[in-house]
């Protein structure tokens, strides 16, 4: 695990952890929306009946940080930092991986699946102002897709899901078989027509 939080920022949350007066209290990293172009890092407290026993520890000499499993690859290369300023102090935080992280083959299947969607499919529904998104992968092997914005009761939905969207993850994600829609396309408000 590659992230790095140094002194100044340990020191600063360290503190904010003894303020709350909480036993075993540490801190939580995780990315909102990870893998789009929404994600969002998020840094927060974590009490220890919070702890998920997926969770990613690194113990470091001021504190403990948990990391949410599915963000784990998402926060690869990320940096927290403290600077003291004269009006206070900035604390800042960047995870250059968590739009679009670093996948290998060996990545989970949901990395894979957003990497490609985020990169490749996109950019193209973007034109129509759409989006696709991943809400699930059932049994390692089918995603379960949800459209937005432009798509969302476009009558040209079916194509672009098996002839855009399936075709293209299924040629660049090893393992998967097939992609589900499990978006209510009868709202039709902002289709694009």
């Known amino acids: 695990m590659n992230i ?43 009490r220890p009946d ?16 948990y990391i949410e499993k599915m963000s784990v690859n998402f926060l690869d290369e990320a940096y927290v ?24 083959a060996d990545s989970p299947i949901e990395d894979q699946i957003n990497y490609v969607l985020y990169s490749d499919i996109n950019p193209g529904l973007a034109a129509h102002g759409g989006e696709v998104s ?9 995603a379960v897709l ?5 798509c969302q009761g476009c009558s040209a939905v079916d194509l672009t899901l098996k002839e855009g969207v399936e075709k293209t993850l299924i040629e660049k994600v090893p393992g998967l078989t097939a992609v589900k829609d499990s978006t209510d396309h009868t709202v039709t408000d902002n289709a694009f027509m």
Do not use: H
């Open 146 to 150: 949800k459209f937005g914005g432009g």
């Open 4 to 46: 790095t939080i140094t002194d100044g920022a340990q020191e600063y949350l360290s503190s904010l952890l003894e303020k709350q007066g909480v036993e075993g209290i540490a801190v939580r990293i995780f990315i909102q929306q990870p893998g789009t172009p929404y994600a969002e890092t998020c840094l927060a407290y974590c």
């Open 81 to 104: 930092d403290y600077a003291t300023e004269k009006m206070g102090g900035q604390l800042t935080i960047k995870a250059p991986n968590a739009k679009m992280p670093k996948v290998t």
């Open 134 to 142: 991943l809400l699930e992968v059932i049994d390692g092997q089918i």
């Open 50 to 65: 919070e702890v998920n026993e997926t969770d990613e520890i690194l113990n470091l000499p001021k504190l403990k940080v």
